[in-house]
């Protein structure tokens, strides 16, 4: 069973910080790429930031310059350093990972469960 877990959600005044981490767990698990998306009320699930585990990273235009990705690949697990919030940014964050099972060549996508980032005053 492979589980995703998101967590370090909160609320933040505007241009405070928040590090959002999200951990994949599960047997003779290989991450080939794990990411952030984000999900505010009304509007479609967008991309944040994807890394992978050999530390090429992408980010949104909206993003670039305020939040860092990165992975501790012996952890399986994703860090999302988030700086300068805006209230446009609150949003429900979710992590997902890809990766192979018990040395097969398939590769599968897993969800966690999200978590609530509020930016207000």
């Known amino acids: 069973q492979v589980q995703v877990a998101e967590s370090g959600g909160g609320l933040v005044q505007p241009g405070g910080s928040l590090r959002l981490s999200c951990a994949a767990s599960?047997?003779?698990?290989?991450?080939?790429?794990m990411g952030w998306y984000r999900q505010a009320p009304g509007k479609q699930r967008e991309l944040v930031a994807t890394v992978t585990t050999g530390g090429t990273t992408n980010y949104a235009g909206s993003v670039k310059g305020r939040f860092t990705i990165s992975i501790d690949n012996a952890k399986n697990t994703v860090y999302l350093q988030m700086n300068s919030l805006k209230p446009e940014d609150a949003a429900v964050y979710y992590c997902n990972a890809i990766l192979s099972l018990g040395g097969l060549p398939a590769r599968y996508l897993y969800w966690g469960q999200g978590t609530q980032v509020t930016v207000s005053s």
């Open positions: 599960g047997s003779a698990l290989s991450i080939y790429n």
